[in-house]
């Protein structure tokens, strides 16, 4: 499976091109917000979650049937960023789950700045 092609799709909302990665049975858990979806489910929260969106991948890990995708995403107005880690399973080169995790970007809490401690990891 092309993971880059999989993560375009998303990015771009399309239904057509994102069913076409998954077996019928697959499953997406976000955890963050304890949900756990179809695969048509998945594909509706994402075509039709409000605005246009973008994204750049940082990092891709595959090891066999599995791959570990970080991913910088971003709503094309600037108003919303953040970062989801995907850790997607492959069965027959097809996604059979994937369990993600997302976070807003955003400034390091008071309590850290004021403890002076950590350095930004871009400028």
């Known amino acids: ?3 880059h092609k999989f993560i375009t ?3 771009e909302q399309d239904a057509e091109r994102m069913r076409g990665f998954f077996h019928t049975d697959a499953y997406v858990n976000w955890h963050n917000t304890n949900e756990h979806f179809t695969v048509e489910e998945y594909i509706r929260a994402n ?3 409000p605005g246009n969106w973008a994204g750049e991948i940082e990092r891709i890990m ?3 049937d599995r791959i570990v995708a970080l991913i910088h995403v971003y709503q094309i107005d600037g ?4 970062h989801c880690t995907s850790f997607i399973q492959l069965r027959n080169d097809k996604i059979s789950g ?3 995790y997302w ?3 955003g400034e390091a809490p008071k309590w850290r700045k004021e403890k002076h401690i950590g350095t ?3 400028a």
């Open 103 to 105: 976070g807003d970007d």
């Open 98 to 100: 994937i369990d993600e």
């Open 9 to 11: 799709a998303v990015l």
């Open 120 to 122: 930004k990891i871009k």
């Open 62 to 64: 595959q090891e066999q």
């Open 79 to 82: 108003e919303i960023s953040c």
């Open 47 to 49: 075509c039709e979650y």
């Open 1 to 3: 499976m092309d993971v």
